[in-house]
């Protein structure tokens, strides 16, 4: 080996890295308008839009500006949407019955988007928080959450919006067992061919919080969601969780939040080779707002090598707000 100096050999990582297109040449990722799922929040009414305060540039919408925003997504090549209905707080009880009315919110959404925009797919969240008074994923008694008996609800609320046209549910509640009890009700129901995408991974998240601004349920969470949702601190316990979601019949695996879990991707992508998505959660999404709303960071910048390092770590796909933002940037690249 030819030496140019002492501990220097004659290989120079830098020539690869002269031109663009060299470096075009041999990227070795690359960040697709089809790699990105946009979560949209769904409120009441007609031409009704409110901005969520702790996530600039996120609407909460009325079904009929929702179409036009799922007109948009397909229009600039992302293949999914994610919805969130808004619950007026006059329809949250106790159990969250409102989530297995065929004729709720999040049904009619699922129906008018699926008529006016069929070419998009539809992710609908299976969870309880929407529609409980007092904000949790599922139903309590003497201040525990009961996994059995939510798990009954949710495979009914699974139905109803599977009924309505959701091409795929995302159950985000973490109850044990609720995917095979899901996968069963839908196949009972001529509902085989609906996709299960698990929130197989979810974390129980400090950075959730716009979220449950925009959703509404902030104000009523009293606690936190640690019996259900894991432990930020823990690994080895996500192969299981991802494993017993496998097992029960999952399609797609989704680890939750993103930035601060992609060691926990990349573990997942490896370990099981399903189709793996992570959420670039709200809280995510505000802080790059936010510091680029001081002036502190170059948005554009930041938001895409934030979205190529999820692809890096092993996602096929990212759910994030900044997901129309992102393919428009890649449409004018
Ligand atoms: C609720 C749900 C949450 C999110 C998606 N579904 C919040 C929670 O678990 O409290 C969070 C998404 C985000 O922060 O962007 N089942």
Known sequence: MTKTQQGFSNIRMRRLRQTGYIREMVSEYKLDASDLIWPLFVLEGANQQEDVASMPGVQRTSIDLLIEKAKMARDFGIPAIALFPVIDPKKKCEKGSEALNADNLMCRAIEAV??????????????????????????????VVLNDETVEILRQQALVQAQAGADIIAPSDMMD??????????????????????????????????????????????????????????????????????????????????????????????????????????????????????????YDGCMMETLLGFKRAGCDGILTYAALEAAKILKSA
């Open 114 to 143: 699926k008529a006016n925009v069929p070419d998009i797919a539809i992710v609908a969240d299976v969870a309880l928080d929407p529609y409980t008074s007092h904000g949790h994923d599922g139903i309590i008694k003497d201040g």
């Open 177 to 298: 067992g609720r995917i095979a009890a899901i996968r069963a009700t839908l196949d009972e129901n001529k509902q085989q061919d609906t996709i299960i995408m698990s929130y197989a991974a979810k974390y129980a998240s400090a950075f959730y919080g716009p979220f449950r601004d925009a959703v509404g349920t902030a104000s009523a969470l009293k606690t936190d969601k640690k019996t259900y949702q894991m432990n930020p601190a823990n690994k080895a316990e996500s192969m299981r969780e991802v494993a017993l979601d496998v097992a029960e019949g999952a399609d797609m695996l989704m680890v939750k939040p993103g930035i601060p879990y992609l060691d926990i991707v990349a573990n997942v992508k490896e370990e099981f080779g399903l189709p793996t998505f992570a959420y670039h959660v709200s809280g995510e999404y505000a802080m790059l707002k936010a510091a680029a709303q001081n002036g502190w960071i170059d």
